[in-house]
C-alpha cells in the first residue's frame, strides 16, 4: 500500500500555481479600478439620460415605418 504523508495529503484535483499567460501584456496587466473600489450601478442622471433616448429613438423608429407604408 502506498504511503501517504498526513500533513500534505495529494490533492485530486491541483491548482495551477505559478502558470505563467502566454501573453506578456497579462503578465503585467493591473486594472485601473481596484477591487476595493464601490461603483453605483444605477444613478438618477444615467436613468433619465437613457429614458430620454429610449423615447427619442423608439419615436424616430415609429415615424420611420409610418412613412415606409
Known amino acids: ?9 495529494p490533492n485530486e484535483m491541483p491548482d495551477i500555481v505559478g502558470e505563467k499567460p502566454a501573453n506578456p501584456f497579462l503578465a503585467s496587466f493591473k486594472p485601473h ?11 438618477p442622471i444615467p436613468f433619465i439620460v437613457g429614458t430620454l433616448l429610449g423615447i427619442v429613438f423608439g419615436r424616430v423608429l415609429a415615424l420611420s415605418l409610418a412613412q415606409s407604408r
Not at 504511503?3 to 500534505?8: G, K, R, S, Y
Not at 479600478?33 to 444613478?43: D, G, K, N, Q, Y
Request: charged share 20%.
Open 1 to 9: 500500500m502506498a504511503n501517504i504523508e498526513t500533513l500534505n495529503p
Open 33 to 43: 479600478v481596484p477591487a476595493s473600489a464601490r461603483i453605483r450601478e444605477l444613478t
